[in-house]
């Protein structure tokens, strides 16, 4: 009989590590998901500051060849 209640204890033991480790699991799981969406966030700003920054460039260029092409004429009163 104290057999018994050994085996008892232990399967109530390994059924509260199992029930940790579930909640555990569950939790890392939660985490991996909350970190791909921030990952994905992220990878979306990231996407649109360097299309802004191309487009700043791309403007830069552009208003430095009109300033030269204005010193050009203003040279050439």
Known sequence: SSFIFFR???????????GKLKAEHA????????????ESEL??????????HSSLEIRISELSTENAKL?????AL
């Not at 010193?71 to 040279?75: F, K, L, Q, R, V």
């Open 8 to 18: 008892d204890e232990d399967k109530k033991a390994l059924e509260l590590e199992s």
């Open 71 to 75: 010193i050009e004429s203003n040279e």
């Open 27 to 38: 939790k890392v799981r939660e985490e991996r998901d909350e970190a791909k969406d921030k």
């Open 43 to 52: 990878t979306s700003r990231l996407s649109h500051l360097e299309s802004s």
